[in-house]
């Protein structure tokens, strides 16, 4: 009988849907929250140093919390320090809307430093 092989959550919460040459692209699966981020954070980091561009598709999440924000920030920064490329694509209106209000809270005072005015 033979083994079947083993999947770990991070595979099921962001499994691969393209990969090319260079260029890997993920389906995010579930919200990303405190609960889900150590799995996600995981993958994608084994992912940017094996790419020079992950895409990371959003379209089938209606929910990110302000923790997996953070994460996903700190997952970009770490890209770019790898010399890869990370995007964030299909993204549903209400995860946008936390995106803008994660990124406004970090930088309320400081718009200057996002070409924001302040009026």
């Known amino acids: 009988m033979a083994a079947k092989p ?3 959550a991070a595979d099921e919460l962001l499994p691969v849907i393209s990969k090319k040459r260079s260029e890997t692209m993920v389906l995010v699966k579930s919200p990303i929250t405190t609960a889900t981020a150590p799995a996600i954070v995981y993958k994608l980091l084994n992912l940017i140093q094996r790419s020079e561009r992950v895409i990371l598709d959003l379209s089938g999440i209606e929910h ?5 924000v953070g994460i996903l920030a700190n997952v970009y920064n770490q890209a770019r320090k790898s010399g890869c490329e990370l995007e964030i694509a299909n993204t549903k209106p209400r995860v946008r809307e936390r995106f803008a209000k994660w990124v406004k809270s970090v930088f309320e005072g400081h718009e200057e430093l996002l070409g924001m005015n302040p009026d």
């Open 6 to 8: 083993v999947i770990c």
């Open 64 to 68: 990110v919390d302000n923790f997996g």
